[in-house]
């Protein structure tokens, strides 16, 4: 579903990314580890076409991600959800237009929104809190808030770059079980991250970077 | 556009008016005294231009004609004169008439004519020109044209008046156009700045849309409408503003004695033109927005 064939992505000369040729087929669950600034990052921003490769080819479902033209990227991200360790949520709106808000830019109906933003705020348990102001949330729960609005619209893939950052190996639990029960749906799901708290709860392929170049490949068996 | 998603964006473009609540306002009033600088000089030329056409119409051009005429040659001057269709009226001034209009215009200098002897005054036809022959430049063409037909002595108008008017609304044309492209520009800067500062401050929400697939469309309709809402406010803030000042004038001239009945010429723009000009400070409003977007675009804002 994911493929790179030897990517390399500079940033004013520095090397950011170098020869990395990947395949990541559908429904799998992939751990990208490495310390910081061995290109994770960067990475995950070439899978959703907010930076450009300098050299090789990326495929997402069989589509060149650079021939996208500028107004494609966004249909592209759509199918794609992402989170972040800073959850970047709105604080001025409640839980439940933040995660309503990639099927608003889609064009959902109002039933449709209710519906679906409903049913991702319940696989993360927090229908409950839906008129509150992420503010008022724990981080834990702002994590899930951000997992609901990233999953809400059914997307093929989820990239998380370092989601369990700012929470505690209790709540880092939570998360992945979440990101787990999302994957056994059959999202593909891409973990960027140097938490060993994660490799140790996430027995799948593990893929280590460091210095722009891929280290290591190690398939895990479940 | 689903009900939810306009909504959504309208909401986003109030909100986007509310959070910078100061610097809106601040940009409101300056732009609306920016386009009341514009609107002073547009309504001196709307006022100037009524007055130079209603001049225009007044003025008569007086076709003297030779004293040693015979009756079948002032008939003829006459009939081509009629043809003309630069001719709108036509009136015929005898001598005896015109000796007669004189002595009753000007009885104290009446004894001056006595001592000639004889009538110094030639017969004339005095001609209103048709509508679209009344500007200055047709006048004098026509005038050249009227002393070239043989018989005719001389041809006279108020030309210097007439051209004089036209002279000062052809400067304060040339004027408003310029200090309206001037301010326009301004307009178009305090707005793009407020924008800016609006993008600025929603600069993350911003990257959050961009993040979970929003078109740039959507990401730009409410900045684009906040700019709209600027320049027409502004714009129409400087209408009230104008207007405000125009009927102070207008107080201050019926007060004025000397003046009198000059306040009943002066007119306020009329509603189609207010329109016009508040649809400009609409459009002025989305250009600055858009001038904005397009640095913020380019990653300059």
Redesign the interface.
């Known amino acids: 579903m994911i493929q790179l064939f030897h990517v390399s992505k500079y940033y004013d000369r520095r090397l950011a990314l170098s020869d990395v040729t990947l395949d990541i087929e559908k429904g799998e669950f992939v751990l990208l580890m490495g310390p910081s600034g061995a290109g994770k990052s960067t990475l995950l921003k070439l899978l959703?076409g907010?930076e450009r490769p300098e050299e090789g080819q990326i495929l997402v479902q069989g589509r060149s991600l650079s021939k996208l033209r500028?107004?494609e990227i966004?249909?592209?991200?759509?199918k794609v959800g992402?989170v972040l360790q800073d959850f970047?949520l709105?604080p001025?709106k409640t839980v439940f237009d933040n995660v309503s808000?990639?099927l608003?830019?889609?064009?959902?109906?109002?039933v449709e929104?209710r519906r679906k933003v409903t049913e991702a705020l319940r696989s993360v348990g927090l229908d409950h809190k839906k008129d509150l102001f992420p503010p008022g949330l724990s981080t834990g729960e702002q994590q899930r808030v951000c997992i609901a609005?990233a999953t809400v619209n059914g997307p093929i893939m989820l990239l998380a770059d370092e989601p369990t950052g700012n929470l505690d190996p209790e709540l880092t639990s939570e998360i992945i079980e979440l990101f787990k029960s999302i994957n056994a749906r059959g999202t593909t799901i891409i973990v960027a991250t140097h938490d060993p708290n994660v490799l140790a709860q996430v027995n799948r392929r593990v893929i280590t970077l460091d210095q722009g170049k891929v280290v290591s490949r190690e398939q895990v068996c479940p | 556009m689903s009900v939810r998603r306009l909504l959504y964006l309208l909401r986003e473009a109030v909100a986007n008016v509310l959070t910078n609540r100061t610097t809106t306002v601040v940009a409101v009033a300056t732009t609306a005294f920016t386009f009341a600088c514009v609107g002073v000089f547009l309504l001196l030329y709307v006022n100037l231009r009524a007055m130079a056409s209603s001049l225009e119409q007044d003025i008569q051009v007086m076709v003297y004609l030779q004293d040693d005429l015979t009756e079948q040659t002032r008939g003829e001057i006459e009939l081509q004169l009629k043809a003309d269709r630069a001719v709108g009226a036509l009136t015929f001034v005898s001598k005896e008439r015109a000796l007669a209009d004189f002595q009753s215009q000007f009885p104290a200098e009446s004894h001056l004519l006595q001592g000639l002897g004889r009538n110094p005054l030639p017969a004339s036809f005095v001609v209103t020109l048709a509508v679209e022959s009344r500007s200055s430049e047709a006048m004098r063409r026509w005038a050249n044209r009227a002393q070239a037909i043989p018989g005719v002595a001389q041809v006279q108008y108020n030309q210097e008046w007439v051209e004089a008017l036209a002279g000062i609304v052809r400067y304060i044309e040339v004027a408003a156009i310029i200090v309206g492209i001037i301010l326009s520009a301004a307009s178009v800067t305090i707005i793009a700045n407020t924008i800016r500062l609006a993008l600025y401050s929603r600069r993350e929400e911003i990257e959050i849309l961009g993040l979970i697939g929003a078109s740039s469309t959507f990401i730009r309709v409410p900045y684009l409408l906040e700019g709209a809402a600027l320049g027409l406010l502004g714009s129409a803030l400087s209408l009230v503003i104008l207007k405000a000042g125009f009927e102070l004038f207008r107080h201050e001239i019926r007060s004025a004695s000397r003046f009198l009945g000059v306040d009943t010429l002066l007119t306020f723009f009329p509603v189609e033109m207010c329109v016009v000009l508040v649809c400009v400070g609409l459009f002025l409003g989305c250009a600055g927005s858009f001038l904005s977007l397009l640095r913020f675009g380019e990653g300059r804002a």
């Not at chain 1, 966004?74 to 759509?78: A, Q, S």
């Not at chain 1, 608003?104 to 109002?110: D, F, I, K, M, R």
């Open positions: 959703i907010a500028p107004s966004p249909l592209l991200r759509r992402v970047r709105l001025k808000l990639p608003l830019v889609q064009g959902a109906s109002t929104i609005r």
